[in-house]
């Protein structure tokens, strides 16, 4: 709450109450001191659809729950329960309100014990789709040329690639003829951040689970002969136990071989626990039966990226004898930031320089963040009677640092390296970024096709941009397939000696 102009009494000391006004009412605002009168009305805080009643109610949804609170702030009280409440608007008697909530209209009176009511509805209507792409080329086109980040358009005439894509349209059958059409015509800029999306629609693919091993592809059958078993996975474990070099004679009691009949047998049951018969020989006889869940791409690409990642660790701490600590980032997100900040301040303890790595990092928003954290120069230290001596403040690191980048570091993970290399803090050691960095957001289309929108470059200090001019390492490591395959690491073994001279 802001009073406008300045009270004549301490709030707290006197009572006051809504009065509606008689007449008009003619808004004066005293700019003086105006950031002193600012005033928390209740614990309630709202989130979305604050309005005022003609009784001066507040009325506000927090929570997904609909609130009201008095003109004095006391008693604030949630009417709804349960969450799931958005787009609530008030009636103009303010006696009643409309919300959504699952997708339903519902209506709530104010009054008494606040009893809603669903409101049910049909309605038939045409839909001119044909139209409707038009309307959505022309919002994505219109769009682009009012808010993509750079004016010049990285030296394309966009009215004339307008001009050339939109008799296109005639010959658009599909959603994803569509989306394919209009990135084409945005990849005429060349421009990163940029992709389309079809609306959705459509029937869902088949998804193939992992079975929690690998294959022996040099085995032609029968059964399937198991090459390797990851730490992590479920058959690594005692109770689930398969071991590498073991035949997979059937699944769920069929019988199965490595070849493409096997995803009919396996094909969208991600989740659903498989009963494998085992056999340290190819046929059914002396087998075992194993059970477990099936795994989803995500649950086995994290069991190899930890494992990778672990193993790297180790590598660097004992090439260098434990004097030198390795971190990976994975994202440039919020977890990931909880992550670094968990990960970093454990590895580097006793450490005299760190390894941060952003390989195969996608990117996201968190580089400044990092950055802020890592330059912080220590001022005290914190010190218990019997406990680890700390720096304060704790986040600041004043030790060499190698960041690790490759064509695989996208976006703010090119920022970051760039940033670390600009404030003084790092040396690159990898292979050259690609150059895919614009700031952008969403940007919905009345067709329900999903686009992007570069609105904002990221420049260096030269005036530079890191768009399509990746960030270079001063060190540049090649890493081959046949290095990735064998698990050598040669960009980090260059890592490893930069930091021990």
Known sequence: MLPLTKEDFKLGEVDFKFEKPKEAVKVEIDFDGITRRIRKLTGLTPSGDLTVTPDGMIVYVTDGDICQCPYDGKDAKKITAGGGISSFRLLKDGKKGFFIKNGELWTIRLEGPNPQEKIGFSADFDRDVRSERQAAFTQFWSTYNQKFYDGNFHGRDWETVRKRYEPMLDGVETRNEFSNLLQMMVGELEASHSEVGPAPGGNPSASTPSLGFTFDYTYDGP???????????????????????????????????????????????????????????????????????????????????????????????????????????????????????????????????????????????????????????????????????????????????????????????????????????????????????????????????????????????????????????????????????????????????????
């Open 223 to 501: 059964g399937i002969r198991v090459d390797k078993v990851p730490v992590g996975a479920p058959g690594s474990f005692a109770r689930t136990q398969i071991k590498p070099g073991e035949f997979i004679v059937a699944i769920n009691g069929q019988d199965v071989n490595c070849d493409e009949n096997l995803y009919k047998v396996i094909n969208d049951k991600v989740g659903r626990e498989l009963e494998f018969t085992v056999n340290t020989k190819p046929g059914r006889e002396g087998s075992r039966t194993v059970k477990y869940v099936a795994l989803s791409g995500g649950e086995w690409g994290d069991i190899h990226y930890r494992n990778r990642i672990e193993r790297l660790r180790e590598y660097t701490e004992k090439q260098t004898g434990g004097k030198v600590g390795y971190v990976h980032i994975a994202g440039m997100g919020g977890g990931n930031q909880v992550t670094f900040e968990r990960e970093f301040y454990e590895f580097s303890i006793g450490k005299e320089a760190m390894v941060i790595d952003v390989r195969f990092n996608g990117g996201g928003n968190i580089s400044d963040t990092l950055l802020s954290w890592l330059s912080q120069k220590p001022h005290a230290l914190y010190k218990p009677r019997d406990g680890l001596t700390e720096p304060a403040p704790g986040r600041g690191w004043t030790k060499p640092v190698i960041v690790m980048m490759n064509e695989h570091s996208f976006s703010n993970a090119e920022m970051f390296p760039c940033a670390m290399r600009t404030a003084g803090l790092a040396k690159l050691v990898g292979m050259p970024t690609p150059g895919y960095v614009i700031w952008t957001w969403e940007l919905g289309l009345v067709d329900g096709s999903r686009a992007r929108m570069p609105g904002s470059g990221v420049y260096r200090l030269d005036g530079t941009p890191l768009e399509n001019m990746g960030e270079k390492p001063d060190y540049q490591v090649e890493m081959t397939a046949e290095d990735w395959l064998a698990e050598r690491d040669p960009q980090l073994d260059k890592a490893i000696e930069l930091l021990k001279k």
